[in-house]
C-alpha cells in the first residue's frame, strides 16, 4: 500500500491524458536517463536540487515527482516542493514501476524542443476542422501541457515554422503529416509511442472524420458534424480551439470506460 504521500501507476495512469492530470517532474540523475531515454507522457526533467526555483511555478498546481525508483531523490524533492505548499506526491516504484507495467513512455529525442518560454509552438494551417484540433489535443494531453499552437494562411506555414521557431504540422510533406491512408493525429500516436487502447480507438475516430471515410467507425460522422459546428462558432482559431478541448476529453473518457454503455428511454414507467 503506498504511502499517504504516495500515488500508484495504476492510479496516475487514470488521470493521464485528462484535464485533471498532475504535473509530472522526472528527478532522475544523468546516469539513469542515459541507461533509459523516455518520459512518462507529458513529464519534464528538472534536477532534484532544482526545487525551490521551480516551486513558484506550481503554486495552485497538483505535481507527481518520480525518481528511478521512488526512492531517497523523488521523496525528498516531494519534501521541498510540499514546504512551499505545493499539493505533491511521489510515484509509488518510480520510473521502474511505470514501465515494467507496460505504460507508455515517450522516447527524448522524439519530444519537442522548448523554447525560452519553457514550452513547445507548433504551427499550421488556419481554419482547423478535425486533424488540426484533434493533434493540439493529443499534444497538450500526452506531449506538453503548456504547448502553443499558431494558425496562419496555409502559404505562410513553413515560413512561419522558421522564424518563430515553430514545428509545422498537418501540411503536405511534412514529418508531422499523413501519411498513406493515415492522418497527423495518428501519426503523432506513432511517433510519441502512446501505445493507449483508447488512443487507437480515437485515432480510427478521427481518421474517417478527417478523411472523409465515415465506413471506418459509427462515430466518424459525430465528430465529423460538431467539428464542423464549432469552426463555424469561432472565427477566432485559439478560442475554437479551447472550446474543442473538452469534446475530445469527451471522446477520450468513452473510448476509455464508456464504448460498452448504451442508453435509452426507460420504457414502461408511465
Not at 31 to 43: G, S, Y
Not at 84 to 101: K, P, Q, S, V
Request: charged share 25%; hydrophobic share 40%; net charge negative.
Amino acid at each position: 500500500m503506498p504511502s499517504p504521500t504516495e500515488i500508484t501507476f495504476s492510479q496516475l495512469s487514470r488521470l493521464l491524458g485528462t484535464p485533471t492530470a498532475p504535473i509530472l517532474i522526472d528527478v532522475r540523475i544523468d546516469e539513469d536517463v542515459a541507461l533509459d531515454p523516455q518520459l512518462i507522457p507529458t513529464a519534464r526533467r528538472f534536477r532534484f536540487d532544482q526545487m525551490d526555483a521551480l516551486a513558484p511555478g506550481l503554486l495552485g498546481k497538483k505535481a507527481v515527482v518520480y525518481c528511478q525508483k521512488g526512492k531517497k531523490i523523488s521523496q525528498g524533492a516531494a519534501a521541498v516542493l510540499r514546504h512551499h505548499g505545493i499539493e505533491t506526491e511521489t510515484l509509488e516504484g518510480g520510473h521502474f514501476a511505470w514501465r515494467d507495467a507496460g505504460l507508455p513512455l515517450i522516447p527524448i529525442e522524439v519530444l519537442p524542443s522548448l523554447n525560452s518560454n519553457a514550452h513547445s509552438v507548433w504551427v499550421t494551417r488556419h481554419r482547423p476542422k478535425i486533424d488540426r484540433i484533434a493533434c493540439p489535443w493529443l499534444i497538450r494531453r500526452f506531449v506538453d501541457p503548456e504547448a502553443r499552437f499558431l494558425f496562419v494562411a496555409p502559404a505562410e506555414v513553413l515560413a512561419v515554422a522558421e522564424k518563430f521557431n515553430a514545428i509545422p504540422f498537418d501540411t503536405d510533406d511534412l514529418f508531422w503529416s499523413h501519411r498513406g491512408d493515415k492522418c497527423t493525429f495518428d501519426t503523432m500516436v506513432d511517433e510519441f509511442r502512446l501505445e493507449l487502447a483508447p488512443l487507437r480507438h480515437m485515432a480510427e475516430i478521427v481518421r474517417g472524420a478527417d478523411t472523409g471515410d465515415l465506413t471506418l467507425s459509427p462515430q466518424s460522422a459525430g465528430l465529423l458534424s460538431i467539428s464542423l459546428g464549432l469552426s463555424r462558432m469561432y472565427r477566432d482559431d485559439i478560442m475554437q480551439l479551447e472550446e474543442s478541448m473538452g469534446v475530445y476529453d469527451a471522446l477520450y473518457r468513452w473510448c476509455r470506460d464508456a464504448t460498452s454503455e448504451t442508453h435509452a428511454w426507460p420504457h414502461g414507467n408511465g
